[in-house]
């Protein structure tokens, strides 16, 4: 498979078309590249991290087969065309954001006034409804059925694969010396198959990660404002500790 024309650029990822070997447009995969581009804000503050794709990308596809292989159907075909992508499913994506906090931080702290790091046992599941004109508010199981965004099959393999997925990535991260503070995942279903499966990203961006001492390892040193060398020596890190896992 060949990397075709650009098809969107997101704020963090680029999806490119993909061409097959005779040359032709490959109807149900796409190519995305994580790349160096980091915001905040809802977009206000930007920034380009030398790095972050790559450390992106890496993390995101060791996960994405340790989810497959503990059961989580998954967009991931393969290593992509640069060391910054991969080749995945092509998907209808589901319009919400599926949260999982292992302890307070964020806007669950905001939201209702708590201290962070208040663990949360067992892992709690919130939804966003990704909706630009509302600001993706928070939105009940219920208010998402009866809306038609989703059906009652479809929460039922939200919460029972986001649980596997926290499981799975919490050992992971564990083994690096981790702690999985939360994190924001989004499913979709299979073009070609109408499949149900994980899509997008799990990686510094979309979670976050404490060291030993309670450091910040993920992108909240870019929206707490850190400088470049920082948050570029921050994704960094992690590729330094897979490398040194032999991950
Ligand atoms: P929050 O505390 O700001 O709601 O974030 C919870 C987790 O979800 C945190 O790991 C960051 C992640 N997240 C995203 O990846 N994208 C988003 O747009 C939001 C709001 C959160």
């Known amino acids: 498979m060949k990397r075709g024309k650009k098809l969107y650029a997101g704020k963090a990822n680029t999806l490119y078309e993909v061409l097959s070997d005779d040359g032709s447009v490959e109807e149900y995969v796409l190519e995305m590249e994580s790349t160096d581009r980091i915001s905040a804000g809802d977009g206000e503050r930007t920034d380009v991290v030398k790095g ?5 990308n890496l993390v995101s596809t060791l996960l994405f087969k340790l989810f497959e292989e503990a059961g989580v159907p998954t967009h991931f075909i393969s290593e992509g065309t640069t060391p910054s992508s991969k080749f995945v499913k092509k998907a209808d994506m589901i319009p919400l954001e599926v949260i999982g906090r292992n302890y307070t931080a964020g806007s669950f702290c905001r939201r209702y006034g708590v201290d962070e790091g208040i663990e949360l046992d067992p892992m709690l599941l919130e939804l966003t409804y990704k909706c ?116």
Do not use: W
């Not at 972050?52 to 992106?56: D, H, I, L």
């Open 52 to 56: 972050k794709g790559y450390a992106n």
């Open 132 to 247: 630009d004109a509302s600001h993706d508010p928070l939105i009940t199981e219920h208010a998402a059925v009866a809306l038609g965004i989703i059906d009652g099959e479809t929460l039922e393999n939200i919460v029972d694969y986001t649980y596997i997925i926290n499981d799975v990535a919490t050992d992971f991260f564990d083994e690096l010396g981790l702690t999985l503070i939360d994190f924001k995942v989004e499913f979709g279903f299979d073009r070609a198959t109408g499949e149900f499966m994980l899509a997008d990203e799990f990686s510094q961006d979309t979670c976050r990660l404490h060291d030993a001492e309670g450091n910040s390892v993920d992108k909240d040193i870019f929206r707490r404002g850190d400088s470049n060398g920082e948050v570029s020596s921050t994704y960094q890190k992690m590729v330094d500790m897979l490398e040194a896992m032999n991950k």
